[in-house]
C-alpha cells in the first residue's frame, strides 16, 4: 500500500514537473525580441550563396547576374496584342477591333481622366492638336487633330490601334495605359470631343 502511495506522488511529481518544463519551453518559445535575429540553424539560410542583381556572377556564359527573360515569355495578365506599326495593320485593326466595353458615364469619366494625363499634353484640351506641349515649343512637330474629318471617320479600333504601337512620331502607349483604359480613351474621343 505504501509502495502504491509512493508511485502515485511520483507520478504526479513527475506530471507536475512535464506540465512545468511545457510552460517553460511554450512560454520562452513565444519570446518576441525585435533586436535579435533569433538562434541560428543553417548558415546557408543567414549568409545566403545567392548573388546581388548587378553583381558579375561565374554561372553565366556573359558573367552578369541579371538575365534577360527568355524569348517568347508573356508577363502574367498580359495579352500580346496582334498587330504592329506599320500602315496595313493600322487598317486591318480599324476594321477588326471592336471596343468591348459599354457606352457608361463610368466609362467616359474613366476616358476623360485618361485623355488629360497621357494625351492633353500634344492633343490638347479640345483634341485640337494645339497641347500645352507643341504651343509652348517644347515638341517641334505638330500633334494630329482629333477633331479632323479623318479622325471622325476612323473608327475606336483605329484610336485604340494608335495608342497602343503609335504612329507617325507619336510614340506607343501599350506599354504605360492598360488595354481598358485604351478603349476609354477612344470612347471618350469619339463621344466627347468630336461631338
Known sequence: MERLKNNRTTRRALRAMVAVCLTALVGTSCDYNRKTTGWQYFDDMVKSPAYESYTPNPNFPDGKTMQPPVEGTIPRGMVPYAFQKTEEDRLLAAQTLVNPLENSAENLERGKKMYGIYCM?????AGDGQGPLFTSKK?????????????R???EGDIYHVITVGFGV???HGSMIRPDDRWKIA???KNELQK
Open 139 to 151: 515638341y517641334p512637330f505638330p500633334p494630329a487633330s482629333l477633331l479632323s474629318d479623318k479622325m
Open 153 to 155: 471617320n476612323n473608327p
Open 170 to 172: 507619336m510614340p506607343e
Open 187 to 189: 470612347r471618350y474621343i
Open 121 to 125: 499634353q500634344c492633343h490638347g484640351r
